[in-house]
Nanobody
Framework: QVQLVESGGGLVQPGGSLRLSCAVS????????MGWYRQAPGKQRESVASIIIGGNTNYADSVKGRFTISRDNAKNTVYLQMNSLKPEDTAVYYC?????????WGQGTQVTVSA
């Protein structure tokens, strides 16, 4: 298991940007997949973006062209750059990792997009 700690959430106006960070306690190189999920009030948790060990990425249709996931192996950190934010992006964002021991989750960070 690894510990995941998210940061970077907050309040932003529509059209603004935020960058979320997910710090991994162990080596990121042992993790097969890392990603971001989000959960809005009254809705199910949904996948937003993922990146596999080879570097390939995948995005939900709702965020394609606006969000970018990346990983810094030297810093054991995964990022989610979010641009052109919309009110419907408001949610708690969770970092997740899949490794040899299974899936782990972070505690979540709140993102609120509002004027």
């Amino acid at each position: 298991q690894v510990q995941l700690v998210e940061s970077g959430g907050g309040l932003v106006q529509p059209g603004g940007s935020l960058r979320l960070s997910c710090a991994v306690s162990g080596s990121i190189l042992s993790l097969l997949v890392m990603g971001w999920y989000r959960q809005a009030p009254g809705k199910q948790r949904e996948s937003v973006a993922s990146i596999i060990i080879g570097g390939n990425t995948n995005y939900a249709d709702s965020v394609k062209g606006r969000f970018t996931i990346s990983r810094d192996n030297a810093k054991n950190t995964v990022y989610l750059q979010m641009n052109s934010l919309k009110p419907e992006d408001t949610a708690v964002y969770y970092c997740t990792a899949v490794g040899p021991a299974g899936r782990d989750w972070g505690q979540g960070t709140q993102v609120t997009v509002s004027a």
